[in-house]
């Protein structure tokens, strides 16, 4: 894909993504307070990030890791050991990434509201193995609830650390979409 040659700075990417969801509160509401399918509310997010990040691919549920299929070693499986060898196939929410290369910037897990405890670790999980699997190496591990009112937004940083950007995100939706 020709264009922006380099992976955006963190700065960049906080601000392009928050743009997104708040495009997504703007005019996809209905979506949202209407509890449609989750699918139906990534593929508009998916459309709004693609306006952010023009140069890049973005895709729902991309299971492809060049002409494989995506996999994760032990993903659901709390024992992660590293001579693992079973892995299991993985279908991200939301990829922005180069298809075809290895250049993946975020991967997102979007839930409507929160879920189970399990299913938000595992979607947490999820993300940091994509960030750190040598085989993916994505800049950006993003989880997002899209709660109607009250939305949330976690980025995977590495080391275990996740950096909170809900009250920004919060601040936007509540200025741009709510009047202030």
Not at 42 to 59: R, S
Not at 111 to 135: H, R
């Amino acid at each position: 894909m020709v264009g922006e040659p380099n992976y955006p700075a963190p700065a960049d990417v906080k601000q392009r993504v928050i743009a997104a969801v708040v495009k997504l509160y703007r005019y996809d509401y209905e979506l949202l307070n209407k509890d449609a399918n989750e699918r139906s509310i990534t593929h508009k997010l998916a459309e709004h990030l693609q306006h952010e990040f023009a140069y890049w691919h973005v895709d729902c549920e991309y299971n492809r890791q060049g002409g494989n299929t995506k996999r994760l070693l032990k993903l659901f499986d709390e024992r992660i050991c590293p001579d693992a060898i079973e892995a299991r196939t993985v279908y991200p929410d939301i990829n922005v990434h180069r298809r075809g290369t290895r250049q993946n910037l975020i991967v997102i897990e979007v839930k409507k509201k929160y879920g189970s405890g399990s299913q938000v670790k595992a979607d947490k999980q999820k993300l940091k193995l994509f960030a750190e699997d040598s085989g993916y190496k994505y800049e950006h591990g993003l989880f997002l609830i899209v709660d109607p009112k009250n939305p949330t937004l976690e980025r995977y940083q590495g080391n275990n650390i996740w950096e909170d950007w809900s009250q920004i995100l919060c601040a936007a939706v509540k200025e741009l979409v709510y009047g202030g």
